[in-house]
């Protein structure tokens, strides 16, 4: 079982930046990916970025590349979202998944363990 925490939302202003951080606690059976995913207001949710266990693959939605950078470093068991240039189409709720066995990284069922969520909010 595996029990992953976000952290890091905020309020900031359109082009400026925020770094989310998601921390995995918990013993996992084998190496996992983990995943960034949002839900914004009246829509569902959706792929943001994703990473293998070695760090070797990321993956990145359309509209997020170049501007968003997910890293990990298995020692700390954390996971960041580094987002720069934001805007205000970027508010959402942002969700860090943990998903050991992931094949397809950019699919939400793949993943078994789910944080709570933090809210990113982008003015402009």
């Known amino acids: 079982q595996l029990q992953v925490v976000e952290s890091g939302g905020g309020l900031v202003q359109a082009g400026g930046s925020l770094r989310l951080s998601c921390v995995v606690s918990?013993?996992?059976?084998?190496?996992?990916?983990m995943g960034w995913f949002r839900q914004a207001p009246g829509k569902e949710r959706e792929f943001v970025a994703a990473i293998s266990w070695s760090g070797g693959s990321t993956y990145y939605a359309d509209s997020v590349k170049g501007r968003f950078t997910i890293s990990r470093t298995n020692v700390k068991k954390t996971v960041y979202l580094q987002m720069n240039n934001l805007k205000p189409e970027d508010t959402a709720v942002f969700y860090c998944?943990?998903?050991?066995?992931?094949?397809?990284?950019?699919?939400?069922?793949?993943?078994?363990?789910w944080g709570q969520g933090t809210q990113v909010t982008v003015s402009s």
């Open positions: 918990g013993r996992a059976s084998r190496p996992y990916a």
């Open positions: 998944a943990a998903g050991p066995g992931v094949r397809t990284p950019l699919q939400q069922d793949e993943y078994d363990y």
